[in-house]
């Protein structure tokens, strides 16, 4: 079972990306999905959330700027970051929500510069 995310970049200030998170070796259409980041020295964090019926939820960090969404056909989860700032830079990484060990990837890098 792999969590594989991708769509990581360096962006300026202001930017956009979309992060895609492909699942394999298992379905998770039935799991809540979540996307954490870490930035160097910090603690992982949830960023935001989605259910198996696409119930979405945000930390008050990025709400208004970064959308979760869900593609069930192709078992894949997506982030879209909009007006990225230097401080949204970190390590993304998907996962179950909540986490479950087994299945932390390499993640993708996120660099905004200022």
């Known amino acids: 079972v792999q969590l594989q995310a991708s769509g990581g970049g360096l962006v300026q200030a202001g930017g956009s990306l979309r992060l895609s998170c492909a699942a394999s070796g298992s379905t998770f259409n039935n799991y809540a999905m979540g996307w954490y980041r870490q930035a160097p020295g910090k603690q992982r964090e949830l960023v935001a959330s989605?259910?198996?019926?696409?119930?979405?939820n945000y930390a008050n960090s990025v709400k208004g700027r970064f959308f979760i969404s869900r593609d069930n056909t192709k078992d894949t989860v997506y982030l879209q970051m909009i007006s990225l700032q230097p401080e949204d830079t970190a390590v993304y990484y998907c996962?179950?929500?909540?986490?479950?060990?087994?299945?932390w990837g390499q993640g993708t890098q996120v660099t905004v510069s200022s």
């Open positions: 996962n179950t929500d909540p986490a479950i060990s087994a299945y």
């Open positions: 989605i259910s198996s019926n696409e119930r979405t």
